[in-house]
Structure formats: C-alpha cells, structure tokens
C-alpha cells in the first residue's frame, strides 16, 4: 500500500511523453484527457499518501518531478504548437529552471535545503493547471471561453513572475543569514 502513490507519480511522469505527442499531433481533445487523467493521478496520489501514511522520502521527489515535467513539457509543446504564447513559455520554463538551479546551488553552498512551497508558488501551479487545461479544451473541445484565456494568461504571468521573486527572496535572505553563521 506504500507505494501506491509513487507508482501513480510513475504514471503521470510516463503520461508526460504521451501529452505532448498528442499536442504536437495536434490531437487537442486526447491530449485535454490525458492531462486530465494526470491532474486526478496527482491528487490521487498526495491523498492517498496522507491517508495510507504512505510518505516516502522518494515520493518528496517523484510528486514533484512529476508534476514539473507534466507542466513544462505541456506548456512548451502548447508554445511551439502555437497555442500559447511563446513569451509566457519562456517565463514558466526560466522560473522553474531558476528554482531548480537556486535549489541545488544553495544545496551545495549551504546544504540541507528544506524546501516549503510559498503560497504564491501554490497559486502559480493553480494557474499554469488552469490554463493549460482551459487552453486543450478550447482547442480540443471547441469549447468557447470568451475572453477567459487572455485573462488566463495574464493572471498565470502575473503568478509566474511573482513566484520566481519571492523564491529568490526567500532563498536569499536564507542565503545571507546563513553565511554569517559560517
């Protein structure tokens, strides 16, 4: 029963090729399913891990693997595609790539990084899911938003520069009273 949620953190990491093949095949409405199919897989398994009590050190890592691979690869397939705007695909991409950079930086300069996500980070991954999703069904689904995308879009920005901000004001405030402790 332990390893039930990391096999599904498995599945959703071998959902990512098939998303984005989908995407770039242009085949919107499967791939709208399969990212669907992912998100339930994500919930799924952090329910399951609290309630089985089946945290494991590796599932601290394979959740949000995961999850990051799901949403940069699908964010970049939807950017080359067309479907979203390649600006808002670089910003994601580089406030992932500065986390996961600052991360293992400060692991090494400082080491024993405890990772606590900011609630500002928690609202970005709420609005990069949103999009991507509302953005497959609209093209997939021939689904009409109005002018839910745009918004979609801005608020995803918004979130994405601000969320890179506060990591790196968080990580450098710890930086800095860290190295006056050494």
Same mark, same amino acid.
């Given at each position: 029963?332990?390893?039930?949620?990391?096999?599904?953190? !498995? &599945?959703?990491?071998?959902?990512?090729?098939v998303?984005?093949?989908?995407?770039?095949?242009?085949?919107?409405? +499967?791939?709208f399913?399969? &990212?669907?199919?992912?998100?339930? @897989?994500?919930?799924? %398994?952090?329910t399951?891990?609290?309630?089985?009590?089946?945290?494991?050190?590796? /599932?601290? &890592?394979?959740?949000?693997?995961?999850?990051?691979?799901?949403?940069?690869?699908?964010?970049?397939?939807?950017?080359?595609?067309?479907?979203?705007?390649?600006?808002?695909?670089?910003? !994601?991409? &580089?406030? %992932?790539?500065?986390?996961?950079? /600052?991360?293992?930086?400060?692991?090494?300069?400082?080491?024993?990084?405890h990772?606590?996500?900011?609630?500002?980070?928690? +609202?970005? @991954?709420?609005?990069?899911?949103?999009?991507?999703?509302?953005?497959?069904?609209?093209?997939?689904?021939?689904?009409?938003? /109005?002018?839910?995308?745009?918004?979609? @879009?801005?608020?995803?920005?918004?979130?994405?520069?601000?969320?890179?901000?506060?990591?790196?004001?968080?990580?450098?405030?710890?930086? +800095?009273? %860290?190295?006056?402790?050494?």
């Amino acid at each position: 029963m332990r390893n039930i949620p990391n096999i599904l953190s !498995v &599945f959703r990491l071998l959902l990512v090729p098939v998303a984005v093949w989908l995407i770039l095949e242009h085949d919107l409405a +499967a791939a709208f399913w399969v &990212f669907v199919i992912a998100g339930v @897989t994500d919930a799924l %398994d952090g329910t399951l891990a609290r309630v089985l009590d089946a945290r494991t050190k590796l /599932g601290g &890592f394979l959740d949000p693997l995961a999850d990051k691979a799901l949403l940069v690869s699908v964010y970049v397939a939807l950017g080359v595609t067309g479907y979203l705007p390649s600006w808002l695909v670089i910003l !994601v991409v &580089f406030r %992932d790539a500065l986390i996961v950079g /600052g991360a293992i930086l400060y692991e090494i300069m400082y080491g024993d990084l405890h990772m606590q996500p900011l609630w500002i980070s928690k +609202a970005n @991954t709420v609005a990069q899911v949103v999009l991507a999703a509302a953005t497959l069904s609209v093209v997939g689904l021939d689904m009409d938003v /109005g002018p839910t995308l745009g918004v979609l @879009t801005w608020i995803t920005a918004a979130t994405t520069a601000g969320s890179g901000a506060a990591y790196l004001w968080v990580w450098g405030r710890k930086a +800095a009273s %860290d190295g006056q402790d050494q």
